[in-house]
């Protein structure tokens, strides 16, 4: 099987392409008259409708229900569990090459509908047009890269040969993985995760963020689409803590594959590491968590571009990003005209419904989100100066300004929190090293960016600021598939580079098969 190499998939241009911008306007019209439709589990071949049920609802519109889905218990995943492994027998001996051929087909169904996946994403979760495009796009690189990267492993491994053997090493799937996304990349991560596992040979329970299930049920559809055979992927949503814990502790799981916060990520790596009567393996915990990711504002730079980098990372998707930028620390020399700068260029974000393509800032995913956000606000105001925003913005949703608050000290709680909004902490250093010790000084490791030119301080920089992700002279989101393999350190996760060649060694292990030849 032969593939051109690996390209990440263009995104969409709705400014300066006017098909572009069509198309998405007939999706965002179409998939309206979708919303509010009933979903099924749908454990092996059976679509199971469940008494007790539960909404997603539109944040930008929070009263309408987007879709409304059957709920897993205990029992539910204990059953698809039990599916997922009968359908292991068969799925984990299919060539490798039937496994890629499906992640192939299921990127070309996300490609020839990106628009209608996006415009789910602008009802469900709140993403603005490019958002929406930019994590569909996302999820078909993730296929195929992933696709490409199974065969490489697929392919014979170097080994030191033996004298009078013949040798070789495979890597195998290694059974029932439960995969957890989060809601904020609802189809990328999802996809990615899923996708990962089941082309290595797992099988899978794939249990959707309640905030995002109707995005993650279209995934799922298209992997059927594309010729998947039942059992291999479940579709189980329900709650995290009832379900999502009932998985994790299963003794016939093999892995977990999660993205989220890092207070779940803590406790389903602690669930895992019970034993369980009657469980033969260590469970492996994939676990990619938060951020308090930090862009350095040397004197030795462009302020404009930095200023732009800052409040693109900083507000992009309303600040829920992982990798969103929540802390500029700023060399004393240019604060001031740096807060001056942002200052306007924050307060010139458009803020509204998503379905309007003039909307940069949609609202944020729920009402507990907003009121957490709302309280990070208020300790912000205490504890350093508002310099915009810090109010509601107005309309039927979860809509917020974007907020600056400055002079927040080091230690403080806006500077060592997750807020997961659009809330960012500005930071005084008197020096480029007394702001790289600042950026290293939470217990988080995700994404950073060094705004300078010097080079000497990028080098300086390369060595010290200890994140997963560090970027120069950029934003600190956008991470492409195959050219930035995404994970952090520390608290932000087990640095499973995602979208990146070492990311299914993951979710398989490795087998010796060795035979003495004949004399
Ligand atoms: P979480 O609240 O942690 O939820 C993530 C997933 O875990 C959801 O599907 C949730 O289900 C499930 N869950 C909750 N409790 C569980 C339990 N006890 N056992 C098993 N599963 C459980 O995060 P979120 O609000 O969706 O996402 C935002 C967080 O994700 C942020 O902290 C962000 O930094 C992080 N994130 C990290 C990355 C990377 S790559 N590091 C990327 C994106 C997001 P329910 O929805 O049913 O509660």
Redesign the pocket.
């Known amino acids: 099987m032969q593939f051109s190499s690996f390209k990440n998939e263009l995104l969409s241009d709705f400014k300066g392409n006017p098909e572009h911008f069509r198309r998405m306007k007939q999706a965002l019209q179409e998939v309206g008259t979708e919303l509010g439709q009933k979903y099924p589990l749908v454990i092996g071949a059976e679509r199971i409708e469940t008494e007790e049920t539960f909404h997603s609802y539109n944040p930008s519109e929070k009263d309408q229900v987007v879709g409304t889905f059957s709920k897993g218990d205990p029992g539910a995943g204990a059953l698809a569990i039990q599916k997922a492994e009968g359908a292991f027998e068969s799925w984990s001996l299919t060539p490798a090459e039937t496994r890629v051929k499906l992640l192939v087909s299921t990127a070309k169904i996300l490609r020839d509908r990106k628009y209608h996946y996006a415009a789910w994403m602008v009802y469900e979760v709140g993403k603005s047009w490019a958002e929406a495009d930019a994590d569909v796009a996302e999820a078909i690189d993730f296929c195929e890269f992933y696709a490409r990267e199974m065969l490489r492993l697929a392919g014979r491994q170097p080994i030191t040969p033996v004298p009078g053997e013949r040798n070789r090493l495979e890597y195998i799937p290694l059974g029932v993985g439960i995969v957890?996304?989060?809601?904020?990349?609802p189809l990328a991560?999802l996809a990615g995760m899923t996708a990962a596992s089941i082309v290595a040979g797992n099988t899978v329970v794939l249990?959707?963020?309640?905030?995002s299930p109707t995005i993650g049920y279209k995934f799922f559809e298209a992997l059927e689409e594309a010729g998947m055979p039942a059992g291999v992927v479940n579709f189980l949503p329900g709650?995290?803590?009832t379900v999502?814990?009932a998985l994790?502790a299963h003794p016939r799981t093999r892995f977990i594959a999660?993205?989220?916060?890092?207070e779940?990520g803590l406790?389903?790596n602690e669930v895992a590491a019970k034993h369980q009567p009657g469980q033969i393996w260590i469970k492996r915990v994939v676990a990619?968590?938060?951020?308090k990711d930090s862009i350095i504002v040397d004197s030795e730079t462009d302020l404009e571009s930095a200023v732009d980098g800052v409040a693109a990372s900083a507000f992009g998707y309303q600040g829920q990003k992982?990798s969103a930028c929540s802390r500029a620390i700023v060399v004393e020399a240019v604060y001031e005209p740096f807060l001056e700068k942002l200052k306007e260029r924050v307060e010139e974000i458009k803020v509204g419904d998503p379905v309007d393509p003039k909307t940069y800032m949609g609202p944020v995913v729920n009402s507990r989100a907003k009121e957490s956000i709302q309280e990070y606000i208020k300790i912000g105001k205490q504890e350093g100066r508002l310099v915009t925003g810090g109010k509601e913005a107005s309309g039927p949703g979860h809509f917020l300004a974007p907020t600056v608050i400055a002079d927040v000290p080091p230690q403080a709680r806006l500077s060592q929190e997750?807020v997961?909004g659009p809330v960012l902490a500005v930071l005084k250093a008197a020096d480029f090293d007394e702001a790289l010790r600042i950026a290293n000084n939470t217990e988080y490791g995700?994404t950073g960016a060094v705004y300078t030119k010097n080079r000497a301080k990028i080098e300086k920089a390369a060595q010290r600021f200890h994140v997963g992700n560090l970027y120069f002279n950029r934003k600190c989101t956008g991470a492409m598939v195959g050219g930035h393999p995404?994970?952090?350190f520390n608290m932000?996760?087990t640095d499973s580079k995602?979208g990146g060649r070492d990311y299914l060694l993951l979710l398989t292990q490795a087998k010796l098969i060795s035979e003495k030849q004949s004399t």
């Open positions: 957890i996304p989060p809601w904020n990349f991560i249990k959707p963020s309640s905030d709650s995290g803590s999502g814990d994790v999660f993205t989220g916060s890092k779940v406790h389903i990619e968590m938060g951020g992982c997750e997961f995700l995404f994970g952090g932000s996760g995602a």
